[in-house]
């Protein structure tokens, strides 16, 4: 890993040497990369496939101000954590205010299966917590237009191979990899198991959030 002046190694940032210049978002997205993983490579949900294919999108550029500021809830951000040998996934959802999470065990994770996925978990908040939805441009999220049109509801998308944009989900993921300890073949859980783990998530104190609970956090909103 380039240092751009610093050494960074997980749960530590060294001095090395005189800070270089170095782009604010060049540094978060380092920083967001050494965040959480461990060292290990993200999965991606195409590992073969070229990114950046999805036509008519959003990008995360166009996002109002009150997104990327988190002072209005009911904006979330997706992804899909790919299982061992690309035969199951985790759907996850989380709200970028709150850090509320909603995950779902994918036997397949095909573009129609993810949709109605996110739109069965969509259907259950009040809409008024429902306002924008942030994803990677891979070939899962190719029916957006439906999902958009269903739930009335702003979609945006990452840039091509840059899901360190939604760094709440990507934090998110390392959470949710800590919690499942080392399981990486998610043929061996059920939804019980990874609702479990979000409950658990949900439930644990952020000191982001002043040390209330994302549930509690998201409840008070209601």
Not at 113 to 131: A, D, Y
Not at 182 to 211: C, W
Request: glycine share 4%.
């Amino acid at each position: 890993m380039r240092s751009y002046g610093f050494q960074i190694k997980r749960g530590q940032l060294k001095y090395s040497c005189p800070l270089l210049s170095v782009q604010p978002r060049e540094l978060k997205k380092l920083a967001l990369k050494d965040l959480r993983l461990k060292g290990k490579k993200r999965k991606s949900a195409n590992k073969d496939e070229k990114r950046g294919k999805l036509k008519d999108i959003t990008l995360i550029d166009e996002r109002p101000a009150e997104i990327n500021s988190r002072k209005v809830p009911g904006h979330w951000e997706g992804d899909l954590l790919i299982g061992k040998d690309h035969k199951s996934a985790i759907c996850v959802i989380v709200e970028r205010k709150t850090r509320f999470i909603q995950l779902d065990l994918l036997k397949t994770y095909d573009a129609n299966t993810v949709r109605k996925t996110i739109e069965k978990r969509f259907k259950k908040i009040s809409p008024l917590l429902r306002k924008s939805l942030t994803l990677d441009q891979g070939k899962e999220n190719s029916e957006f237009k439906k999902l958009k049109e269903n739930l009335n509801i702003d979609v945006y998308f990452c840039h091509p191979a840059s899901p360190w944009e939604k760094g709440t989900c990507e934090n998110t993921n390392g959470l949710i990899r800590d919690m499942l300890d080392e399981v990486d073949d998610f043929r061996k859980l059920s939804q019980y198991d990874v609702s479990r783990v979000a409950r658990l998530l949900n439930e644990r104190p952020r000191k982001t959030l002043d040390f209330i609970t994302p549930k509690e956090a998201i409840a008070n909103l209601r």
